[in-house]
T-cell receptor
Framework: SQTIHQWPATLVQPVGSPLSLECTVE??????LYWYRQAAGRGLQLLFY??????ISSEVPQNLSASRPQDRQFILSSKKLLLSDSGFYLC??????????FGPGTRLTVT | DQQVKQNSPSLSVQEGRISILNCDYT??????FLWYKKYPAEGPTFLIS?????DKNEDGRFTVFLNKSAKHLSLHIVPSQPGDSAVYFC???????????FGAGTTVTVRA
């Protein structure tokens, strides 16, 4: 069966520091991968998606970037965090019908 | 531009009764609709979906209804249980799109 992992689970970082969040998927090949952010009390905002290694599409201009160095690995990064980057970050992969399956999430607090 | 809207931010229902969650969409290209359930500090869990060729899909206590002419769908939970207390997200996609558009969510509270 397929599983999706995210780490770390929680992270507290000062403004201006770098960020690296990692997501890996097991049990499937060449999945579409997604990064979302949920701000406090808000819905899910799609940040990036990838249909293959090295292929990244950005949905919103922001302080973040994404990379897909391996088929089942998706990384979310920032060179310098802003206070507004705080939120709950979710990675997801999509199944054959287009339904998406989410990881456990990373709670990021920028101080 | 919010293409999927959940106009009720919260819903309170008594245990054993029916919960009805509503969702409206504006994009006529959407042909696949999904509901997700989310507990605090966890990732959303896929609940049930429906394609535009159907108007109803049922899975246990969960039933989704689709009214394409009204661009409206709803999720019925019968009977509601305390473990159903969570945030529910409606989502939609078009057939040629990899992306899902999500609503803002409805927080359901099931009272004992």
């Amino acid at each position: 069966s397929q599983t999706i992992h995210q780490w770390p689970a929680t992270l507290v970082q000062p403004v201006g520091s770098p960020l690296s969040l990692e997501c890996t998927v097991e049990g499937t090949s060449n999945p579409n991968l997604y990064w979302y952010r949920q701000a406090a009390g808000r819905g899910l905002q799609l940040l990036f998606y990838s249909v293959g290694i090295g292929q990244i599409s950005s949905e919103v201009p922001q302080n973040l970037s994404a990379s897909r160095p391996q088929d089942r690995q998706f990384i979310l990064s920032s060179k310098k965090l802003l206070l507004s980057d705080s939120g709950f970050y979710l990675c997801a992969w999509s199944g054959a019908k287009g339904e998406q399956y989410f990881g456990p999430g990373t709670r990021l607090t920028v101080t | 531009d919010q293409q999927v809207k959940q106009n009720s931010p919260s819903l309170s229902v008594q245990e054993g009764r029916i919960s009805i969650l509503n969702c409206d969409y504006t994009n006529s290209m959407f042909d696949y609709f999904l509901w997700y359930k989310k507990y605090p500090a966890e990732g959303p869990t896929f609940l049930i979906s429906i394609s535009s060729i159907k108007d109803k899909n049922e899975d246990g206590r969960f039933t989704v209804f689709l009214n394409k002419s009204a661009k409206h769908l709803s999720l019925h939970i019968v009977p509601s249980q305390p473990g159903d207390s969570a945030v529910y997200f409606c989502a939609a996609s078009a057939w040629d799109d990899y992306k899902l558009s999500f609503g803002a969510g409805t927080t359901v509270t099931v009272r004992a």
